[in-house]
Structures are given as structure tokens and as C-alpha cells.
């Protein structure tokens, strides 16, 4: 993950990168202070002064495209390891390239569980509160704009990766409601997520170690 830093002090990552960063900084303390010390000169940036910077030579003129071909290939080869590393970890997700990536919200609430907002495709919203129950987590969930008919897993992750079901639904345009129960503590909960029955992700939201 360390060709992703630069970029993600310069806040150039794309989403699905920014997602998988995410997840590996939960992890990987050395990462998280060499991206914060990245930051830290990114914020210093626009601070320097132009007037006071001492005049280097021209540039050869290919230096610009040997630049962007090394960024390139750098890229594509990122890419090449994050996708067998998912292949071997989680199976063939295919995340959707019309993923929108909001501000998302981890809330307590007023009863003891957990409010999460997911992010999700364009015209799907969702929103689920997670509590504490004997058998393991409770899901409150409240969803909007799925496709009619068609069917979805909810699904929820802890620290180890594997992924706990937490029930089976059918989708509808308009907004519903639905309550189901996962395996799996809460405070050991990471992630809670949707996909459809191509296995790609439809909704999804980490979450902090201690929920």
C-alpha cells in the first residue's frame, strides 16, 4: 500500500483505493506515520513562496512523459497486487465504478447501539442501527432505491476478515425496513455491508475498532 500514501496525503486516490487504504491503515502502524508525516508536508505546501525559491535548470522536454509513464505503470501494478490480494482474501468482489464515496457518520445512539450511514451506488441509500444482543448483533436497517426484485445478503465483518451473514432481502425502489441478527458480537464488528447476487458491493461502512 505504500505507493498509495503520496497520493492519498494529496487527496488524489480514487475511491475504491481510498477504500482499500482505509483498511490496511486499521492495521499497518508504520503506514499511518508515513502518511501522517506526508500530510503534514502536503498542508505546508501552499505556503511556499515562489519569490524566494532559487531558479533550477530547464527540464529536458520527454522528462514530463517519463514522469507519467513511470506513475502509470507504477499504478497499474498496484493495482495487479490489490486485485490478487482480494482474490485470495475475500473472493471476486467487483466494486461498481459508480460507487459514490460520501461523508459518512458513526453515531451512538440514545438506546446503546450504534448508527451507521453506509455509502452506497447512486440512488441508494441506506442507514442501520447495530445493537447488542445475546445472539450477536441486531441490524436495524432502513434502505432506499435498490433495484425491484432483485436479491441482496447483508453482511458483517470483524478483525479477522471473515464476513458473518446477516440475512437474505429482496430489493425494492422505495424505502423499506428490515431487522436481522448476525453471528457475531458487536464489539467485534468492522464492517457492515450489501451485495447483490453477483457478489458485488452494493452498500458498505467501516467501523472504528470499538463500536
Same mark, same amino acid.
Given at each position: 500500500m505504500r505507493p498509495l500514501l503520496g497520493a492519498a496525503a494529496l487527496g488524489g486516490l480514487l475511491p475504491v483505493e481510498e477504500i482499500a487504504l482505509r483498511a490496511h491503515l486499521d492495521g499497518c502502524a508504520a503506514c499511518r506515520d508515513e502518511l501522517r508525516d506526508l500530510s503534514a508536508v502536503a498542508r505546508a505546501l501552499p505556503l511556499a513562496d515562489p519569490a524566494h525559491v532559487m531558479p533550477q535548470a530547464e527540464p529536458p522536454g520527454a522528462l514530463g512523459d517519463l514522469v507519467s509513464e513511470r506513475v502509470a505503470r507504477a499504478r497499474a501494478d498496484a493495482h495487479g497486487r490489490r486485485t490478487r490480494r482480494y482474490a485470495l482474501v475475500a473472493g471476486a468482489i467487483a466494486v461498481a465504478a459508480a460507487i459514490v464515496i460520501a461523508l459518512v457518520l458513526v453515531l451512538p445512539t440514545s438506546s446503546g447501539g450504534t448508527r451507521v450511514v453506509? *455509502? +452506497? !451506488?447512486? +440512488?441508494? *441509500? /441506506?442507514? /442501520? %442501527?447495530? !445493537?447488542? !444482543?445475546? &445472539?450477536? %448483533?441486531? =441490524? &436495524?436497517?432502513? =434502505? /432506499?432505491?435498490?433495484?425491484?426484485? &432483485?436479491y441482496y445478503w447483508l453482511w458483517l465483518t470483524g478483525a479477522d476478515g471473515d464476513r458473518i451473514p446477516a440475512g437474505t432481502f429482496r430489493g425494492t425502489p422505495d424505502a423499506v425496513n428490515l431487522t436481522m441478527t448476525a453471528a457475531i458480537p458487536l464489539r467485534d464488528t468492522r464492517r457492515i455491508w450489501v451485495t447483490d447476487a453477483h457478489d458485488a458491493v452494493v452498500l458498505d461502512r467501516w467501523l472504528p475498532a470499538a463500536t
Open positions: 453506509l *455509502t +452506497g !451506488r447512486s +440512488g441508494v *441509500t /441506506a442507514t /442501520a %442501527t447495530l !445493537r447488542s !444482543r445475546e &445472539a450477536g %448483533t441486531q =441490524v &436495524a436497517f432502513h =434502505v /432506499a432505491g435498490l433495484k425491484d426484485g &432483485a
